[in-house]
């Protein structure tokens, strides 16, 4: 079935360290792909997204590319601030549908 | 733009009583809001998908009776749960989609969560 895996946490990071956090998918058709944040005590918001293959979604410094070939949406960012602590959810939707499918979330801690 | 505000942020009741949570929209129209369960963590579980003027559709394994839903304008979903019990405290999140961007290219916006802790 339709599905999103990304890496286990937690994730501990420096100040101004490079950040990696995989995400590849599984799904029929042409989905398009979401990157949410959940700060410490809120809901979710959207960080970036990217509706077809070879594009680039960025915000923040955060950047990830929706590789069809590989199935994957890896999130990247050069250089992260303690402010960049939070949970990360990979998602899709899939075409044609109206649910949305997250993955299981990455904790970031960075520290000072 | 694009807000979606939900209330209470935390509420504590006692096992055996009833909780309401509101989820709204403040400046967009959504036909169809979802309601999520958070468990400490881990991933977002979609318990139901409510639909404005229409039952909701709940997701396998959650009890329809215990969590009601109620969807009585395009801004307004609430979230009741009956009957509390320890083990339904959790935290709960609500989201939604702009009507007027219902494509499957556009993003969910989220409510703050509402922590429900039954004693």
């Known amino acids: 079935g339709d599905s999103v895996t990304q890496m286990e946490g937690p994730v501990t990071l420096s100040e101004e360290a490079f950040l990696t956090i995989n995400c590849t998918y599984t799904?029929?058709?042409?989905?398009?792909l979401f990157w949410y944040v959940q700060y410490p005590g809120e809901g979710l918001q959207l960080l970036l997204k990217?509706?077809?293959?070879?594009d680039k979604g960025s915000n923040k410094g955060f950047e990830a590319t929706y590789r069809k070939e590989t199935t994957s949406f890896h999130l990247e960012k050069g250089s992260v601030q303690v402010s960049d602590s939070a949970v990360y959810f990979c998602?899709?939707?899939?075409?044609?549908?109206?649910?949305?499918?997250f993955g299981a979330g990455t904790r970031l801690f960075v520290k000072a | 733009g694009a807000v979606v505000s939900q209330h209470p942020s935390r509420v504590i009741c006692k096992s055996g009583t009833s909780v309401k949570i509101e989820c709204r929209s403040l400046?967009?129209?959504?036909?169809?809001m979802f309601w999520y369960r958070q468990f400490p963590k881990q991933s977002l579980m979609l318990m139901a998908t409510?639909?404005?003027?229409?039952?909701?559709?709940?997701e396998q394994g959650v009890e329809k009776d215990k969590f009601l839903i109620n969807h009585a304008s395009l801004t307004l979903s609430t979230l009741t749960v009956t009957s509390a019990h320890p083990e339904d405290s959790s935290f709960y999140i609500c989201?939604?989609?702009?009507?007027?961007?219902?494509?499957?290219?556009?993003?969910?916006?989220f409510g703050n969560g509402t922590r429900l802790t039954v004693t």
């Open positions: 989201s939604a989609r702009a009507d007027s961007n219902r494509s499957y290219n556009s993003p969910l916006h």
């Open positions: 799904a029929t058709g042409y989905p398009s």
């Open positions: 990217a509706t077809k293959a070879d």
């Open positions: 998602a899709l939707n899939l075409a044609g549908g109206f649910k949305t499918i």
């Open positions: 400046d967009f129209q959504a036909t169809t």
């Open positions: 409510s639909n404005e003027g229409s039952k909701a559709t709940y």
